[in-house]
């Protein structure tokens, strides 16, 4: 029986092995998350060494950004944030490494609709930046983090941004992303054409602000400019959705958009009529082409402006420097973009202009936010059981790609607006402007050679003054409503824009078009207020 008793003796050591209490201690599971402190290398540090505990020694995330070609930081913030985190956990001996690939579009529409289609498939950017107007969908639908517990932690960051701005990447109280940037939208006025047809733009800005320069104001130059045959146009302005570009319009006349009360959209019939009718107005008479919203941008929008074939143009802060780097100039034959020099020679700006008088200028901001995808992380290894760790992990990346610096680097080369105090503050310093031109900052090198060109084109002091100049547009300013069904508004107030431009139905059928459509659309219709009439007697350009 000898044998037994040695199987029996067996049996026990595998079972203390197994029970891991062998030598009188007790295994501990690597832990999967850390308490964020807001202290942010501590807490990288932290993090980084339960990835390594937990046998991870690489972490991958796609960053998917869009825009204008200026503003590739919206990418490349998340890129640099990467390189800082991993130089931390190199100086500190932990073996991990994130890295990033990213994706970079024109279109911002575009790469919204292909990540909801893609998210639910877990094929989407972990790093999303994109308008904040998409945001309230995608927080519904359960399509991206919510941040607020993790921002608890840095309260000190989140102070720092414009608390307007803060607002829109807040949805029902929840907190979805920071800000990565803002912009204003100014009317634009061609120098010398306004020149050619007597209109003194030295004065301009300040008569808009007190609302003596109006819609009507802009039709009569408009209208001069193109019987003195000063220039082809007498107005461009930017094409596709209606939002958030021209719904300036509903504002400038003293109409709204959402009744904070009901939390309901609102169709403002007498303010969005006269808008239609501007529109129709301008067309009709040959000053605005009636197929704008169709237009080409590289062949047709910007090189009718940047040639001087049109006296104003509704469009972006953003447009300064583009124009700086894209090739849309080719009066001279050989297409190339402007210089400093010239932009700041060829273009004055305002605000946009009153409705009419007792109206206010306005301007329209539309944030970008970098939002995180709620399945962020879920290619890599363990990601059921690190889920939290890859937020957190995730949730720092765009606090880092939030610092000074990275915000204002993109302001300078994208003529966005800055959306942090401090970086407002930064661009202000011409030394850090000069390391700026020269690249002598702390970036990755990956970072360096993909702006290396823009910087070279655009970071000047010309631009950095005009930013300045149109910081005070933020006093102004409208946000669209951050409501899940506006989207499908705006698309509404497209077709009717373009109906009216082309002469396909009158001011007045166009409102009774976007009326029948809110009705037709049972969710949509819950959620617009219908009000006001089209007002009688109402005429357009008043001469008052």
């Not at 993909?450 to 970071?459: E, H, L, P, Q």
């Amino acid at each position: 029986m000898k044998w037994k008793g040695l199987i029996l003796v067996g049996l026990l050591l595998f079972a203390v092995v197994a029970s891991g209490c062998i030598g009188g201690g007790t295994e501990t599971q690597a832990p999967t998350k850390v308490e964020l402190t807001g202290d942010f290398t501590k807490d990288v540090i932290e993090i980084g060494k339960v990835l390594e505990k937990n046998g991870i020694n690489e972490v991958k995330f796609s960053a998917w950004g869009s825009g204008d070609p200026n503003s590739v930081m919206r990418v490349y913030g998340i890129v640099d944030a990467a390189y800082k985190i991993n130089r931390i956990w190199e100086q500190n001996g932990i073996k991990v490494k994130i890295t990033v690939s990213i994706k970079y579009d024109q279109d911002p529409n575009s790469q919204y609709k292909e990540f909801l289609s893609k998210q639910p498939l877990g094929q989407a950017g972990d790093f999303f930046a994109n308008g904040y107007v998409v945001l309230p969908n995608l927080a519904e639908e359960g399509y991206i983090l919510d941040i607020t517990e993790y921002a608890k932690a840095y309260q000190d960051l989140i102070n720092d941004f414009y608390p307007s701005l803060l607002n829109a990447a807040k949805y029902k109280g929840k907190l979805y992303g920071l800000p990565q940037d803002t912009e204003a939208r100014p009317l634009y006025i061609r120098k010398d054409v306004a020149k050619c047809v007597g209109l003194d733009v030295s004065t301009l800005p300040e008569k808009v602000k007190a609302g003596e320069f109006t819609w009507s104001d802009v039709y009569y130059w408009a209208k001069k400019a193109k019987e003195k045959d000063c220039a082809e146009w007498g107005l461009i302005h930017r094409k596709g959705s209606a939002h958030p570009d021209l719904i300036q319009f509903i504002f400038a006349f003293g109409g709204k958009l959402y009744d904070e009360n009901t939390g309901k959209l609102v169709l403002d019939v007498p303010a969005v009529y006269k808008w239609l009718y501007v529109e129709w107005k301008f067309a009709q008479d040959g000053l605005l082409p009636k197929d704008i919203m169709s237009w080409d941008w590289a062949k047709q929008i910007h090189p009718t402006i940047v040639e001087g074939r049109t006296l104003f143009d509704i469009g972006g802060t953003w447009y300064w420097t583009e124009w700086q780097t894209k090739k849309y100039y080719s009066k001279e034959g050989t297409p190339r973009p402007l210089k400093p020099e010239e932009v700041k020679e060829w273009f004055a700006y305002t605000l946009f202009p009153a409705g009419e008088k007792g109206d206010k200028p306005v301007t329209l901001s539309q944030p970008f936010i970098w939002m995180i995808n709620s399945k962020a992380g879920q290619l890599n290894p363990k990601y059921e059981e690190l889920k939290e760790i890859y937020h957190e992990l995730a949730f720092l990346m765009i606090v880092k790609a939030s610092d000074p610096e990275i915000n204002a680097i993109h302001s300078v080369i994208s003529a966005h607006l800055p959306v942090r105090k401090a970086a407002a503050e930064l661009i202000k310093d011409q030394n850090w402007l000069n390391k700026l031109k020269n690249l002598d900052l702390d970036l990755a090198p990956e970072v360096k050679d993909n702006i290396r060109d823009i910087v070279a084109k655009t970071v000047n002091p010309i631009n950095a003054q005009f930013l300045a100049d149109v910081s005070y547009m933020l006093e102004y300013t409208h946000l669209t409503p951050a409501h899940p069904k506006y989207p499908a508004l705006a698309d509404i107030f497209k077709e009717a824009v373009d109906k009216v431009l082309r002469g396909e139905m009158t001011p007045e059928e166009a409102v009774k078009y976007i009326e029948d459509k809110i009705k037709a659309d049972i969710e949509l219709s819950k959620n617009v207020e219908i009000v006001g009439e089209i007002p009688k007697d109402w005429k357009f350009p008043r001469g008052d």
